[in-house]
């Protein structure tokens, strides 16, 4: 069987942080059994679907590496949908039903204040097709509603949550158009599933109820329901469910300086048993998906472990990796110098411009004639080695000095810092004439 696996955002809003893990755990698992990943636009919403949230999905996913195998739009698939409910139209599986939104809330209320679920009671069913044509005249136009199988739990295994049981009985026939024509989620997305051959629906645990009444739908359209992976929903580091995590997105990851490799390495990894860890590599992690690793407890997103994460990925790139984002003349031998240092690679530009200045730092009056003293010895050690320890050695020996105050008036003077790279590895690039200047200035 081949696998093939779908992410199907409306293209409302921006991508969130949820939406992106799901986007992932899809491309992933379709990579890891050498599948498709596809991309579908659910735009059935014409009101609420924009053209630019359109844009800024491909251009999320292209920036996360997720790169689909292939688009479908649902709003190109509108006939599909209708030859297709007009099959289940005559075979029975959907009805008319005509009652406002306030009487339907009614409904619930009552059910609600006599002990009963808030299921539909089906009272469209019992409607003659007199009372039917009576209440069109009257200008009341339905909305149609999915008849639910009632004499067969529905079951599935869930590769996530294990065995899952629903007594159809319980829950109400869902409502998959409305009165205008349009298109409510749950019947094009399951035919859109069937007709792209769609093997494996990987989703949130929010989802569930929705796949109960899908697996229906299934066999009412005659095919068999792929299989169904229903992930614990993400939760703000402070162990609830947070609002924020619905404001996070690629550009808020961008702003701050995230690599997608970071949000690839803890989106991969947490809710499940493996650890987290600075992983660059996609195929790395690729390798290593299973569902049967995926935790039914709620997965814990945390910035933080985001922002560590992340200074650990880039303190392993490669200079190739970034040499097209790091400033005018920065080359090699300075990534490598300032890389341990940075937490994003738009710090490059900062200890670019201490390599190159100019920097300015007041000198403390102590230190004018230690730096004069180490001016001249620069001007005489040997710049081909190490000439950091070459300075220091000697003016260790000519002052006395030792520890910090040995070194951090150098650093200060070189740098304008008191922290930063490895002296012995700033100090050849910022080379021994501009070394010679900041120390005499």
Known sequence: ???????????????????????????????????????????????????????????????????????????????????????????????????????????????????????????????????????????????????????????????????????????????????????????????????????????????????????????????TPPSFAHEALLTGSEGKLSKRLGSLGVDHFRDIGIEPQAVRALLARIGTSDPVEPIADAAVLIDSFDFGRFGRAPARFDETELATLNAKIIHRLDFAAVADRLPAGMGAAEWEAVRPNLTSIADAATWWQVIAGPITLPVAPEDADYLAAAAKVAATIDWSADPWHALTAVLKADTGRTGKALFLPLRRALTGLDHGPDMAALLPLIGRDRAIARLSS
């Open 1 to 223: 069987m081949t696998i093939i696996t779908r992410f199907a955002p409306s293209p409302t809003g921006q991508l969130h942080v949820g939406n992106i893990r799901t986007a992932l755990h899809n491309w992933m698992f379709a990579r890891s059994r050498g599948g498709k990943f596809m991309l579908r636009i659910d735009d059935t919403d014409a009101e609420r679907s924009e053209e630019r949230f359109v844009d800024a999905i491909r251009a999320d996913l292209a920036w996360l590496g997720l790169l689909p195998d292939g688009e479908e739009r649902q709003s190109a698939r509108f006939a599909l949908y209708e030859a297709r409910f007009a099959e289940l139209r005559a075979a029975g599986r959907v009805y008319p039903a005509y009652e406002t939104a306030q009487e339907l809330d009614l409904k619930r209320k009552v059910a609600l204040g006599r002990g009963l679920p808030p299921v539909y009671d089906r009272a469209a069913l019992a409607l003659s097709e007199a009372d039917r044509a009576t209440l069109e005249a009257n200008g009341v136009k339905p909305h149609w509603r999915f008849q639910l199988d009632h004499g067969t739990p529905i079951e599935w295994d869930d590769l996530v949550r294990g065995h899952q049981k629903f007594d159809p009985a319980t829950m109400s026939d869902p409502v998959i158009r409305r009165a205008n024509d349009s298109w409510l989620y749950m019947l094009p997305s399951a035919i859109d599933d069937a007709d792209m051959g769609v093997s494996h629906v990987v989703r949130g645990e929010d989802h569930v109820s929705n796949t109960a009444l899908q697996i229906q739908m299934f066999f009412a359209l005659g095919v």
